[in-house]
């Protein structure tokens, strides 16, 4: 059965701190693995990591992949309290007619406290 | 550009009545499209997925079922909701391996 585990499944941190989220992953036929945002309501796209070893920036947002030991890390510099979410991390695995199937995680809450 | 638009945002049914929720897409043609459920304190789960007109797989037994009547339209429906219905329904397009784009989602409480 395909599994997608993040932690901490919370974390409450004060503005200017440093935080790791963690993604880790068994799934068949895996393809990549995306990071979301959400704030409210519908998640936003952060990453996309196909390849093992390179970082993806973005702002104070960063993350990398490593296919061999089968997770990713989600690092965000700086926090703020705009920060403040649920991050999901989904593993794409491949499917028929090159359908984008996704396996998420249950999330990491991140509250950014002033 | 593309958008997604997902009604309604909240709806509250009586257990026994029947579901009707929608999704359109813009600025796209032939998306896949995707019906996902989260539910409090757990990650998203698939529901439905289509790769066209027409075409809908499951990924979890239940009393839903979706259909897409049109390329940009994916709609999921119920004959009669169970209280273990409730729950976040979001829905989703992509175009090939790309990642997916969310709706805003639909507070379903079915009480």
């Known amino acids: 059965e395909d599994k997608v585990v993040q932690s901490p499944l919370s974390l409450v941190v004060h503005e200017g701190d440093t935080v790791t989220l963690n993604c880790s992953y068994e799934?068949?036929?895996?393809?990549?693995l995306l990071w979301y945002k959400q704030e409210k309501k519908a998640p936003t796209f952060l990453f996309m990591l196909?390849?093992?070893?390179i970082e993806k920036k973005s702002g104070r947002l960063s993350s990398i992949l490593d296919k061999k030991e089968l997770f990713s890390i989600l690092n965000i510099t700086a926090t703020q309290t705009g920060d403040s979410a649920i991050y999901l991390c989904?593993?794409?695995?491949?499917?028929?007619?090159?359908?984008?199937?996704?396996?998420f995680g249950a999330g990491t809450r991140l509250t950014v406290k002033p | 550009s593309q958008t997604i638009h997902q009604w309604p945002a909240t709806l509250v049914q009586p257990v026994g009545s029947p579901l009707s929720l929608e999704c359109t897409v813009e600025?796209?043609?032939?998306?896949?499209l995707y019906w996902y459920r989260q539910a409090a304190g757990r990650g998203l789960q698939l529901l439905f997925y289509?790769?066209?007109?027409?075409?809908i797989s499951s990924e979890v037994p239940q009393n839903l079922s979706a259909s897409r009547p049109q390329d940009r339209q994916f709609i999921l429906s119920s004959k009669k909701l169970l209280l273990s219905d409730s729950g976040f329904y979001l829905c989703?397009?992509?175009?090939?391996?790309?990642?997916?784009?969310f709706g805003q989602g639909t507070r379903l409480t079915v009480v």
């Open positions: 799934v068949t036929n895996f393809r990549s």
């Open positions: 196909t390849s093992s070893g």
């Open positions: 289509s790769v066209g007109i027409g075409q």
């Open positions: 600025g796209t043609s032939n998306p896949n």
């Open positions: 989703a397009w992509s175009v090939a391996l790309t990642e997916a784009f």
């Open positions: 989904a593993a794409s695995v491949a499917a028929p007619y090159n359908n984008n199937d996704m396996r």
